[in-house]
């Protein structure tokens, strides 16, 4: 049976497809009705990382319905939100210790740029409400989460909606947008940031948002090792929150618990999501330092804020006990160890005319397509070179994630892959056969 526009009830993501129907997962695999098989290359939108059908994430899960479903955020607590706080703490980079559980990444990082908001309020410094973030970021789909995200195709046709927040360049090194050439460079594109909050004034900037290593928009773009320590030090000297979004990268994705773990950075701010729950239930985090949340208890008495599903017990039994099958099954070091392994595969593709560069970190890793390897020149949006990657792909049975859009606006193609930690090396190779074979059929 197919599934899809303009049949039934349902309001599909996409209105131009129709959509398998699944029946079950297990491990990198998904299965549909009609009983063929597709490997999860990208765990959905980068998401399910202990893979599907793990039956001690169910019991975890099914425990706590058992006991109670719901409860109100300000009015009960249960031992799966205290349990999961307590895990989730010992983590968790020095200093930051306070979480308030949310549902979606979207949602999180509106309670960040909230909560810095409001402790510079009760600092005595009404005037600091705007937050800096970057262009080809994605930090999210509602209003707030719009306003910082880079995406262009995204924000053009809400744009009277939005809050009006600077941007500064990304350390996008493949096309470095200042022209300038890695390590010469000095970093100039993190020397930005200072110069945006100079030119809008210091005393405005609550914040600044960054993801450690950008994805969803631009696909893995690693910094260089000076970068991160560099934004920090910049947002401390002018008393500016750094909001780190972990929301692609948390809780092991990159080989690392944190993605800023790699470069030791401390933000004040860190928000999480997506693979915090594997994908069996929506939940995402805002995370901070424990003297922010004492500044509100001082003089509010509370963090103004709020939504009716924060703190779900059902959720963080979810998040505890998928946490606890990350460390027993020390899925970090495997994340690190079988992303290095798929990197070096990736980068064997290049002897495709089309694949332009290689890029990543762990199990977050992207190819960006262009029309010509030398130039770098991008395929016109028109030939939807990334469309019919991904459609190829998924014919033969490989699910990926997409971006288009990033180089100027309307061109740029490229692929990412983020498949669950459990992925074996032979299952990599399966991945890169059926890459070989789409590739082949769009080699000019
Ligand atoms: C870094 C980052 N932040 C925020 C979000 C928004 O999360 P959600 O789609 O759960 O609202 C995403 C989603 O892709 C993301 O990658």
Redesign the pocket.
Known sequence: MEYGYPKGHVFYRKLARTYPLVTHGDGIYLYDESGKRYIDGSGG??VVNVGHGQREILQGMGDQMGQVGYVHGTQFTTKSIEEYGEALGEILPPDLGKIYFLS??????EAAIKLARQFHLESGQSQRWRVVARWH??????LG?LSLTGRIGMRRPYLPLLVDFPHFPPPYCYRCSLGLTYPKCEIECAKALENVIQMEGPETISAVIV?PIL??TIGAVVPPDEYLPLIQEICRRYGIFLID?????GIGRTGKWFAVNHWNVVPDVM?L??GMSGGYF?L?AMITRSKFVDRLKEKTGGFIHGHTFSHHPVACAVGLSVLRFIKENHLVERSRERGAYLLKRLENLKSFPFVGDVRGKGLMAAIEFVKDQKTKEPFQRSERFTERVIDLAFEKGLVLYSGTGFVDGVNGDMIMFGPPFVIEESQIDEIIDILIRVFAQLNP
């Open positions: 939108a980068i979606g990444g979207s949602e999180a990082v970021s994605y930090h999210g789909n509602t989460a993801e994805g969803a979004d972990e929301v692609m990268t928000v999501g997506k929506p995402s």
